[in-house]
């Protein structure tokens, strides 16, 4: 390679020691396995002419089959299931009406994640309206529209009552409970606490209210959850506090929703082994779940009522490995300490959830050369935008494209809108025809919410709107240079 | 050329002893470590292995890939530091 001056590229001399036969936990992965040349179909090379770099690649059957997956599995042990799709978690509109095409309802926990499902068609009654932050405006209308209401804290109850008593109606509503199941750190700052008797006051408060109905219980035990056990005991505990409620006040439980947090097959930072080892099967969770929710309600069944719904909000888990990103690098360097370093033009900014993954990073076409420990850099200027640590890889070079596994869960969503656009997101069909679903940002998007006071209008005050260099009186009186 | 200098931590007859490819891949036999060097590694082992001394090697690197040899001498001493842990 030469550079502009006929010169070869200057790198420092370097020399890599050879480890064959190291010790190394997940063993050598062969060269050719590590290349991914189609994404969900269709060949890298199509997508990224077609819809540039960096670029996120959506499956449209994978999604489909995640969700159909993880219902069969409950559907066949419990029967009365409801998935609620978690917004948060990908909320780019074909995704979400793909898993509402699929019967899943909206889960979503803020004024503009309701709105949103209303928008995109979702009936009230199929919103499962969670979140600590929810105005009274967005109340009247969630009740008014019959969506389901799980209360964080006591301020929000008495405002869902003050609506009640508007509307002389009684509302439904579901209690956030939070408690310690001895596996996850208690998410204690959601909802209502059941060890300090907080939960068993609020519930009180709802049943001594005319115009309020306990009608459902909810926890979120955490996220990426690597041991099925604690749903479990979620679920025992959720089951012994309903029938605690249903023996001393007047209530009637309609439906208990476990929240989410179910893990992906991604890496986490951090946790030894790889995700094929350390991540239990979908059916355990299923199995957890379901076999302590048929041991909580036996004496629902011995007293011939009906068993409560059951709602999980599962997103990750439904959507992580049904998107890619592609990105390619703009340049390669070798740093001080002799690694080798690449900036990619994804970096941070797209990809969230590289903080706390080690996502899974494939060549898109076969590279000569040997392979080295690399840092895989993203564009921003932060020194905090890196993609991977370490990663071994052949020497890659302006253009190449890598192809970053299990994307699709919170990065179109907690993605950065710092110093770059934000890419194209395509959706490839069942059928394998591939469109946009969300636009690549431009100027426009990035500017449409500024405002410029009138005496802000020109950057600098010799120099007109015009590119015409003005004659300055003083500052505010202008006048153009003929 | 001119002998290599002492100022190389690699010795000169450990560096006469390693088998060299065109393609950078490097052999020790006395320890049977492979290495692989980088395009201006392996022109600085061959010219070093040649009995260039490190000051002319810097200057060659310099010439050829058009940096100073400042740069290029302080590149190749932290090579040399590199490599001469491996030998």
Redesign the interface.
């Known amino acids: 390679m030469q550079?502009m001056?006929n010169?070869?590229?200057?790198?420092?001399?370097?020399?890599?020691?050879?480890k064959?036969g190291e010790i190394n936990k997940f063993g050598r992965r062969a060269a050719k396995d590590n290349i991914c040349d189609t994404v969900f179909g269709v060949p890298v090379k199509l997508l990224v002419e077609k819809y540039g770099s960096p670029v996120f690649v959506t499956s449209e059957k994978q999604i489909r089959e995640n969700v159909r997956r993880v219902k069969r599995a409950f559907e066949r042990r419990y029967g009365n299931v409801i998935h609620g799709w978690s917004y948060k978690t990908n909320y780019t509109s074909a995704i979400c009406n793909i898993m509402h095409q699929e019967g899943s309802w909206a889960e979503v926990v803020s004024e503009f994640e309701y709105e949103k499902a209303r928008l995109l068609g979702v009936p009230g009654e199929r919103i499962i309206f969670n979140g600590p932050n929810k105005s009274k405006a967005i109340l009247e209308r969630a009740i008014a529209e019959g969506a389901r209401i799980h209360v964080d804290h006591l301020e929000e109850l008495h405002t869902i009552e003050s609506i009640a008593i508007a509307r002389g109606s009684v509302v439904p509503v579901t209690l956030r409970l939070n408690f310690d199941t001895g596996y996850t750190e208690p998410w204690s700052r959601f909802g209502f606490n059941i060890e300090s008797g907080q939960a068993y006051l609020a519930a009180k408060l709802v049943a001594l209210s005319p115009h309020l109905k306990l009608t459902g219980l909810h926890s979120h035990i955490g996220t990426f959850i690597l041991e099925p056990r604690a749903y479990a005991e979620q679920v025992r505990i959720m089951c012994k506090f309903m029938r605690e409620l249903e023996g001393n006040e007047n209530i009637q439980i309609e439906s208990l929703d476990i929240g989410g947090g179910f893990p992906s097959n991604n890496a986490l930072k951090g946790v030894y082994l790889p995700p094929e080892q350390s991540i239990p099967a979908i059916s355990d969770y299923v199995n957890a779940v379901t076999s302590a929710l048929m041991e909580g309600t036996q004496y629902r069944r011995e007293s011939n009522r009906p068993l409560p719904q059951l709602i999980f909000e599962s997103g990750r888990a439904m959507v992580d490995d049904a998107q890619m990103l592609l990105t390619s690098v703009v340049g390669t360097k070798?740093l001080a300490d002799?690694r080798r370093a690449c900036v990619l033009d994804g970096g941070a900014n797209l990809l969230f959830t590289s903080y706390w993954y080690n996502h899974l990073i494939k060549l898109t076409s076969e590279i000569d050369g040997?392979v080295?420990e690399t840092v895989l850099y993203g564009p921003l200027c932060m020194n905090i935008d890196v993609v991977r640590h370490s990663i071994h890889l052949p020497p890659l070079k302006h253009g190449d494209i890598l192809a970053v596994h299990c994307v699709g869960a919170y990065n179109n969503t907690q993605w950065m809108q710092f110093i770059e656009y934000r890419p194209n997101v395509v959706l490839v069909h069942e059928d394998g025809e591939s469109s946009i679903i969300r636009k690549a940002e431009d100027l426009s998007v990035m500017t449409q919410q500024d405002c410029l006071p009138s005496h802000l209008q020109i950057p600098f005050l010799d120099i007109g709107r015009n590119g015409r260099i003005n004659k300055i009186a003083s500052v505010g009186q202008i006048e153009a240079v003929s | 050329m001119e002998d290599a200098t002492v100022s190389s931590p690699c010795r000169p007859e450990r560096l006469q002893k390693l088998a060299v490819s065109d393609t950078g891949f490097?052999f020790d036999p006395q320890t049977g470590?492979?290495?692989?060097?980088?395009?201006?590694?392996l022109?600085?082992l061959n010219l070093l292995k040649k009995g260039t001394t490190v000051e002319n090697t810097a200057a060659c690197?310099a010439r050829?890939?058009?940096?100073s040899v400042e740069?290029a001498s302080s590149?190749?001493e932290?090579?040399l530091v590199?490599?001469g842990r491996?030998l």
């Open positions: 550079n001056f010169k070869a590229i200057w790198e420092p001399p370097f020399i890599q020691p050879h064959i070798r002799g040997p080295e | 490097v470590q492979s290495f692989t060097l980088n395009s201006t590694g022109m600085s690197l050829e890939y058009g940096v740069v590149s190749l932290a090579f590199q490599f491996y």
